[in-house]
């Protein structure tokens, strides 16, 4: 099923057939060290990756309107980055993430791709508020959440069991930004 699509971007269900765009993201040590708690390891072979996305693709079928989504290039149908919009742990937040293929750094898709997930956030899922957790060293993930507008709210230590950077974007505040970066 797709989620949304953007200008450049469509964001879509899991398929067996993504292992390899997967692993080609969480096979990376630029990526994985800044995901969730430690240990913060790649995932080791393309044949652990399959394991990993059966359990992603079961968990995006127990609840269709959350979870963390893979997103290809329209041009060339290529899976290069996966967006998440799913409630924080123990709390009534809905948190948005961006994971890219460290080969596709550097051109905006992370960012185009958070902002479809917002769309579809203030939009068909009706929230008013969506947060962010970053790790204070995560330079380019800060810089995701300053392009997107969203306000900085401090350190919390209150998430994943980790100091992160907070940030959150209203839906009124969303409707106001720039649509430039
Ligand atoms: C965080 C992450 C997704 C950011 O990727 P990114 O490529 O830097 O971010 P974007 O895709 O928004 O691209 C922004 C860059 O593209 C440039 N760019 C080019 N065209 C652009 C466009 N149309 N729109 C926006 N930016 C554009 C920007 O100037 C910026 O360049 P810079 O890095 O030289 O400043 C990536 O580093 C990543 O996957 N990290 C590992 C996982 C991770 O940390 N996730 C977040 C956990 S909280």
Do not use: K
Not at 127 to 147: E, G, H, T
Not at 151 to 161: A, E, K
């Amino acid at each position: 099923m797709e989620h949304f699509r953007t200008d450049r971007l469509i964001a879509r269900d899991w398929r067996t057939a993504d292992a390899p765009g997967a692993f080609a993201i969480y096979g990376r040590d630029e990526v994985m060290r800044w995901l969730g708690p430690q240990p913060r390891v790649p995932v080791p072979s393309l044949e652990q990756m399959r394991v990993r996305l059966d359990a992603m693709a079961e968990r995006a079928a127990a609840e269709p309107d959350y979870g963390l989504w893979p997103f290809e290039l329209r041009s060339t149908g290529e899976l290069i980055g996966a967006v998440l919009l799913q409630p924080l742990p123990a709390t009534e937040q809905v948190e948005i993430g961006w994971h890219l293929n460290p080969d596709h750094w550097g051109q905006g898709y992370a960012t185009e791709a958070a902002r479809g997930a917002l769309g579809l956030a203030f939009g068909a899922r009706g929230l008013d508020r969506v947060v962010a957790v970053v790790d204070p060293d995560n330079v380019r993930s800060l810089a995701v959440c300053r392009r997107l507008a969203m306000t900085h709210l401090g350190q919390t230590g209150d998430y994943y069991g980790l100091t992160l950077e907070l940030f959150e974007l209203t839906r009124d505040r969303s409707v106001q930004a720039p649509a430039g970066w």
